[in-house]
């Protein structure tokens, strides 16, 4: 079976520019998740959905991000404006329930100059 | 405090020798919690989860669960060089999400 597919793998991008990031989560699992990982700040949970329903955005740092799930099989990160800080790589990740084990991507790598 | 804590590290120990982890949190409801393994440069995979307290045992892996001591530990015997990775601890309390700590870097050395 495919495991959780994340596109693209690596963005460079400049400042104030928008990206988008996407991911397709195992089939059949029911919840999805996105992370931001950086040496200085770990692993964070910027939100994650049950059913295609956002349930916790409470991770996501500022307006300028925003995340989609418009079906089962498809989710979308948005950061519009990008900014240097936000240079990380981010993990979508899905599970069978939100309490089970998550199955990560292999990230995208983000760069903001 | 925050709410899963762990070794800081970074832990070196020699080949074949017993690795342990520690991992601490702060959810007395805390109900399911997880190991996983990243190298570097790659994504999380799950080594062991853990649900009721005790030893939980997966090859050279052991998982141990203290609910009310609020701790959670990973134990590595007979420690690789292929070991050498970040362990991360996560624990859900039900909620839905899962809270990941910082992770400790583990170096097996030949």
């Known amino acids: 079976d495919a495991g959780v597919i994340q596109s693209p793998r690596h963005e460079v991008t400049e400042m104030g520019q928008e990206v988008t990031l996407r991911c397709k989560p195992i089939?059949?699992?029911?919840?999805l998740f996105w992370y931001r990982q950086t040496m200085m700040r770990g692993l964070e949970l910027l939100i994650y959905f049950n059913n295609n329903v956002p349930i916790d955005d409470s991770g996501m740092p500022e307006d300028r991000f925003s995340a989609k799930m418009p079906n089962a099989s498809f989710s979308t990160l948005k950061i519009q404006p990008s900014e240097p800080r936000d240079s990380a790589v981010y993990f979508c990740?899905?599970?069978?329930?939100?309490?089970?084990?998550?199955?990560f991507g292999p990230g995208t790598r983000l760069t903001v100059l | 405090q925050k709410e899963v804590e762990q070794n800081s590290g970074p832990l070196s120990v020699p080949e074949g020798a017993i690795a342990s982890l520690n991992c601490t949190y702060s959810d007395r409801v805390s109900q399911s919690f997880f190991w996983y393994r990243q190298y570097s440069g790659k994504s999380p995979e799950l080594i062991m989860s853990?649900?009721?307290?005790g030893d939980k045992e997966d090859g050279r892996f052991t998982a141990q669960l203290n609910k009310a001591s609020q701790y959670v530990s990973l134990l590595i015997r007979d420690s690789q060089p292929s070991d050498s990775a970040t362990y991360l601890c996560?624990?859900?309390?039900?909620?839905?999400?899962?809270?990941f700590g910082d992770g400790t870097t583990l170096t097996v050395k030949p």
């Open positions: 990740a899905s599970s069978l329930l939100a309490t089970d084990t998550q199955y």
């Open positions: 996560a624990v859900n309390a039900g909620a839905g999400k899962s809270t």
């Open positions: 089939s059949g699992h029911n919840s």
């Open positions: 853990i649900y009721s307290n």
